[in-house]
């Protein structure tokens, strides 16, 4: 068995991920479900076929047809895109903190799967228990005690669509704008203590939750379940397992009964409807870690760049792509700005293409896992298009660049976003 007591600190990305590749390749770590050929398959078509965005679009509209899911999705609130539905940003103006679950996006890689909280069990099995597996129900969960935060859920592909409309680099996925990004208050049991109360020894290196969603076919291949592994010092630090959301039960769409709430790590890591969790002694991979959310792409080695984990910094307004305003006119410009690794600290805001920037005024405390609403004034005076701009500064000094470093499936776009705005 891998020694991994001397693990390096599980946040550290490229070390945890350096040590995962090399006890894959050397036949050392389980891909569940996957064969080595088809990871390595999977690998190569991932970094080396780039469909354009275009294509994917076709395929989406052509998905949409049978869209599964559950909540209304009005077009004031949602772009649909594939199985998925994007939050429109101009839908957030006037909302509070908390993105409101009516207009939540939804990342779905199948479809809503309807699910009755009194049949439904947690599974918690593997190498890295004393014994052998152990069965949670939903009141026995509810009844165990529970934390309450808030925290963002972002997809690692939000912003991909920029890669190609600002730098003329099409990536695979699913085209979002800047919508694929929630904030909500969680209620949930700590993860750390179910894993406790299953017996999970000191030899547990990785913990592997499962959805209960329908398997996830790529192309002709099964992929299995949507599942992805978070290394043990992570799963025990500050992850949940979620039943609420803005205080009520979990809505179908978001994981109900139960899903596992990563905070500020990418969205995937936040498996819904959560029926089963692996705890091994051995390091474990799934092709959500393998092909998929890896960044791959001409500036990363062959086999892939870092696992994914912490999300990037980004900006957005609340306003309409192409919104209009009045030569004039005083405008008030709101927006939100957010990072996985650390709280925003400062927001600037440029309404002429990026020459001059001025700082927003910032209307929330700026805490961890979350997001600081802000806003400017601006008084146009030209007619025309103009592009505004937001860039925001993290307290680890992460900002906002001119251009992202391109990867071929899109992921962590991060550079500012240039929205276009009628001067008229
Ligand atoms: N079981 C399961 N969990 C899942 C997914 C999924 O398709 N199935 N999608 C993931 C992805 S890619 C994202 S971005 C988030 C989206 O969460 P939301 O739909 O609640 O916004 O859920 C993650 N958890
Ligand atoms: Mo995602």
């Excluded at 390096?8 to 945890?16: F, G, N, V």
């Excluded at 009005?74 to 409101?100: C, D, I, M, Q």
């Amino acid at each position: 068995m891998t020694d991994i007591s001397s693990a390096p600190d599980p946040t550290s990305e490229a070390a945890y991920d350096r040590r995962r590749l090399e006890q894959w390749l050397s036949g050392g770590a389980r891909a569940d479900g996957v064969t080595r050929r088809n990871m390595l398959k999977l690998l190569g078509a991932a970094g080396l076929v780039a469909v354009p965005v275009g294509a994917a679009a076709i395929a989406d509209a052509v998905a949409a047809a049978d869209l599964g899911i559950v909540k209304p999705l009005p077009v004031e609130l949602f772009s649909v895109r594939g199985t998925n539905a994007e939050t429109k940003w101009e839908a957030l103006r006037g909302t509070g903190y908390h993105t409101p679950i009516d207009r939540f996006f939804v990342r779905n890689h199948t479809s809503t799967p309807r699910i009755d909280e009194y049949g439904w069990r947690l599974r918690v099995f593997g190498s890295g228990l004393r014994g052998g597996p152990m069965e949670f129900g939903y009141d026995e969960l509810r009844r165990m005690p529970s934390t309450t935060f808030s925290a963002f859920i972002e997809c690692a592909g939000n912003g991909r669509s920029f890669y190609d409309t600002q730098q003329g680099e099409p990536a695979t996925g699913t085209a979002w704008t800047l919508g694929a990004i929630g904030m909500a208050r969680w209620r949930g049991v700590r993860l750390a203590e179910v894993l406790r109360r299953a017996g999970v020894t000191r030899d547990a290196v990785d913990v592997m939750p499962t959805g209960l969603d329908d398997e996830y076919v790529s192309g002709r291949l099964n992929l299995g379940r949507v599942r992805r592994p978070l290394p043990i010092a992570k799963a025990l630090d500050d992850v949940i397992l979620a039943f609420e959301m803005n205080g009520e039960p979990l809505p179908p769409d978001h994981g109900y009964p139960v899903r596992v709430l990563v905070p500020s790590w990418i969205g995937i890591s936040s498996i819904k409807w959560v029926g089963s969790i692996e705890v091994s002694a051995e390091p474990l991979y799934s092709p959500w870690n393998t092909d998929f959310y890896r960044l791959l792409g001409p500036a990363y080695p062959p086999a892939g760049g870092p696992v994914l984990t912490t999300q990037t910094v980004k900006s957005a307004f609340e306003l309409p792509w192409n919104a209009t305003v009045r030569a004039g006119d005083r405008v008030r410009l709101h927006g939100r700005s957010w990072s996985g690794s650390g709280r925003v600290r400062q927001v600037e805001v440029s309404t002429d293409g990026g020459t001059l920037w001025r700082r927003a005024r910032l209307r929330d405390i700026p805490r961890r896992n979350g997001w600081v609403r802000w806003h400017i004034d601006w008084r146009p005076d030209r007619r025309g298009q103009v592009q505004v701009m937001a860039r925001a500064t993290d307290s680890t000094g992460h900002s906002q660049p001119e251009k992202s470093v391109f990867n071929s499936q899109g992921y962590l776009f991060d550079a500012v976003v240039r929205h276009p705005i009628q001067v008229v």
